[in-house]
């Protein structure tokens, strides 16, 4: 079985903060960690994936994510956040193979002026 | 030139009607999804194809059928709508045969709403 929660449905940063979305996954297996963000009206956007390799994540945008096992983490962090971050950002964890992919229930990232 | 494309857009309908919704990549990916998102957005996938066959089917209802013709398309056929069937239905596509570390691409949406 797999999952992830996503802490905060809703996080706001001025323009120019550091932004920081939380995820910690539950799995039985080793796993592949994924961050997608929607914008509105939108689908959703590879932003990076994990697997297996490198435990920091580079993705686009400016974005990057840590695994960290020991603490079963994939947070999100960017260091500086622009208006045009503003979006809906999922995280989402699978075992690989020809498994499904689980998603979490988003964080909603406002940015302010 | 949009990789994942969905028609319609957005759909209103009547409870009790029978409706359905394409899906088409032009990526040459094998694998098509189909995912929905509710109102709360929450996103779970419903069905995955690889090259025509069926790969993952979670536990939606029967009403729901899933349809294959060629790699390039995934069209999801829904009877008997109901008011629990609103929210908005993505159809996504990966390379390889269907492995969960591929990156999916998603399609815009369609919009379902039953009144």
């Known amino acids: 079985a797999q999952s992830v929660t996503q802490l905060g449905s809703h996080v706001s940063v001025s323009e120019g903060a550091l932004v920081l979305l939380r995820c910690n996954y539950s799995s039985s297996v080793p796993p592949y960690l994924f961050w997608y963000v929607q914008y509105p009206n939108q689908g959703l956007q590879l932003l990076l994936k994990y697997t297996s390799a490198a435990t920091l994540v580079k993705g686009i945008n400016g974005f990057e994510a840590e695994f960290k096992k020991s603490e079963t983490s994939f947070h999100l962090t960017k260091p500086s956040a622009h208006m045009s971050d503003a979006a809906e950002y999922f995280c989402a964890v699978s075992p690989g193979g020809y498994q499904k992919v689980t998603f979490g229930t988003g964080t909603k990232l406002q940015v302010i002026p | 030139d949009t990789a994942v494309s969905q028609t319609p857009k957005y759909l209103v309908t009547q409870m009790g009607n029978d409706k359905s919704i394409k899906c088409e990549q032009n990526?040459?990916?094998?694998?098509m999804y189909w995912y929905k998102q509710d109102s709360k957005k929450f996103l779970k996938i419903m069905f995955s194809?690889?090259?025509?066959?069926?790969?993952i089917n979670e536990t939606v209802p029967n009403r729901f059928s899933p349809k294959s013709p060629d790699k390039a398309h995934l069209n999801l056929h829904i009877n008997s709508l109901e008011l629990g069937d609103s929210a908005v239905y993505f159809c996504a596509s990966s390379q390889g045969g269907g492995n969960s570390v591929e990156t999916q691409y998603f399609g815009p949406g369609t919009r379902l709403l039953v009144l």
């Open positions: 194809y690889n090259n025509k066959e069926l790969i």
């Open positions: 990526l040459g990916h094998d694998t």
